[in-house]
């Protein structure tokens, strides 16, 4: 049974607008949440973790909200970029995902 | 060379080959992992070493063979593999359980099994 999942395969927003990557998960022990980026040809790299006790942590553009009552974690990255476009995996520490690739038109 | 570095980045072999795949890090952590990524499906976490002993095995088929001399060096060990084991391979690096700033990953070897 997956732990992880991320039920929206894929995600394309306008430079400049919001974009909102979703999560569920099922397992509520892990102290922390984490989100990686995953461009082609490349391993995933952390991109921002959430710790259990917190309901949101903010990095820059990368903002994740943790719901504890919904097992439910999101990434708002805004204003959305071309860079960002790749593919975005959470995880509840060794679990992984199925990521959804985000692509953000000029 | 810093980092997680994986060799080779591609490989083709064939079901009755044997070969190996390595990785190596450089950041002084103390645990590594291997995970297989195949089409469309989740990270798939197949062995954990944590302070070079094995500390997870997540039902992995016994073709599949982990070595880990010591904490900057992993192997996997590969030998008649099937096709469907065709995937993307990918080594990781952490500090053991510190899950705020989470595992660094090497570029992956991407395995065709032919």
């Known amino acids: 049974d997956q732990q992880v999942k991320q039920n929206s395969p894929s995600l394309s927003v306008q430079e400049g607008r919001i974009s909102i990557l979703n999560c569920d998960y099922t397992?509520?022990?892990?102290?922390?949440f984490l989100w990686y980026k995953k461009y082609p040809a490349e391993g995933p790299t952390f991109l921002i973790s959430i710790s259990s006790i917190k309901d949101k942590n903010e990095d820059g553009r990368f903002t994740v909200f943790l719901n504890k009552s919904a097992k439910h974690l999101s990434l708002h990255i805004v204003p959305s970029q071309p860079g960002d476009s790749a593919v975005y995996f959470c995880?509840?520490?060794?679990?992984f995902g199925a990521g959804t690739r985000l692509t953000v038109k000029p | 060379e810093t980092g997680v570095t994986q060799t080779p980045r591609h490989l083709v072999m064939g079901m009755t080959n044997k070969k190996s795949l390595k990785c190596e890090q450089h950041?002084?952590?103390?645990?590594m992992y291997w995970y297989k990524q195949s089409a469309k499906k989740p990270l798939e976490l197949m062995f954990v070493?944590?302070?070079?002993?094995?500390?997870e095995n997540n039902s992995v088929p016994s073709r599949f063979s982990p070595e880990c001399p010591n904490s900057s060096h992993l192997f996997l060990h590969l030998h008649t593999l099937q096709p469907e084991d065709s995937a993307l391979y990918l080594c990781a690096s952490s500090q053991f359980r510190q899950g705020d700033y989470g595992y660094t990953f090497g570029s992956g070897t991407r395995l065709t099994v032919v």
């Open positions: 397992n509520s022990m892990f102290d922390y």
């Open positions: 950041l002084g952590h103390n645990a």
């Open positions: 070493y944590n302070f070079k002993e094995q500390t």
């Open positions: 995880a509840d520490d060794m679990r």
